[in-house]
């Protein structure tokens, strides 16, 4: 069995700063790609950040500068730094993990505030 557990989501103004992370354990192994989507009221869920093994990393354009992803393989954990938050960040986050299967986060809440 798997879990994939986020954490690191709640309220913040608009231009402060969050870090999710996401921890991945259980029978999971190889873990090939970490990452994080967001899913707005009314939206359909859309890639925020992902990184491979290697490191190599893809962002959304509307995120791009903002937020950098990164990960501890050791721990089998990603992570999300957001900077400069928007109103528009204002979602709830799943972690989304691959490897010999693919496995989702049951989300965490960020809401952005004037």
């Known amino acids: 069995q798997v879990q994939v557990v986020e954490s690191g989501g709640g309220l913040v103004q608009a231009g402060g700063s969050l870090r999710l992370s996401c921890a991945a354990s259980?029978?999971?192994?190889?873990?090939?790609?970490m990452g994080w989507y967001r899913q707005a009221p009314g939206s359909q869920r859309e890639l925020v950040a992902f990184?491979?093994?290697?490191?190599?990393?893809n962002y959304a354009d509307s995120v791009k500068g903002r937020f950098t992803i990164s990960r501890d393989n050791a721990k089998n954990t990603v992570y999300l730094q957001m900077d400069s938050l928007k109103l528009e960040d204002t979602a709830v986050y799943y972690c989304?993990?691959?490897?010999?299967?693919?496995?989702w986060g049951q989300g965490t809440q960020v809401t952005v505030s004037s």
């Open positions: 259980g029978s999971i192994f190889n873990i090939n790609a």
């Open positions: 989304y993990v691959v490897s010999s299967s693919h496995y």
């Open positions: 990184i491979t093994a290697g490191g190599n990393t």
